[in-house]
């Protein structure tokens, strides 16, 4: 991994930033793991290559997604799995082996304004969730 939040919660008077980063041809299941973890802002990360996703959700809520570049992962550019009302706007996805975004068991999050091309399956799937929107510009 090159970042792994596990149990992380922000609160009080900040939330915690995984902010600025350059992070390349990282192994693991993702570059970027939020795993159980509730409002952490990700803002402004380009992230290229590795064996796995790119930025991965697990049973997180709450948290931003935001202004991103996620390329040449071997799985899913950003992949949220049992996580909800999460905000995922204004990221740059492409060329990922599986799909750029990919939404499994995820309620209530917010995709917009996402750009993704070259990906290997689909731009966008949701599988298994409900009241996501999805603003494309």
Do not use: H
Request: net charge negative.
């Amino acid at each position: 991994y090159g970042v792994y939040f596990q149990e992380v919660t922000g609160g009080g008077n900040g939330r915690p930033e995984i902010l600025n980063n350059d992070l390349y041809d990282n192994d693991g299941f993702a570059a970027l793991v939020l795993d159980a973890s509730t409002r952490i802002d990700v803002k402004n990360n380009d992230l290229n290559g590795g064996t796995g996703d790119g930025i991965l959700l697990t049973g997180s809520d709450d948290n931003d997604i935001r202004n991103n570049k996620v390329r040449n992962f071997a799985g899913d550019g950003i992949y949220l799995g049992d996580s909800d009302c999460n905000e995922v706007k204004n990221n740059d996805v492409f060329c990922n082996g599986l799909n750029g975004i990919d939404l499994e068991g995820s309620s209530n999050n917010w995709l917009w304004n996402n750009t993704t091309s070259g990906n290997a399956v689909d731009g966008m799937t949701i599988k298994n969730g409900t009241g996501n929107d999805i603003w494309l510009s």
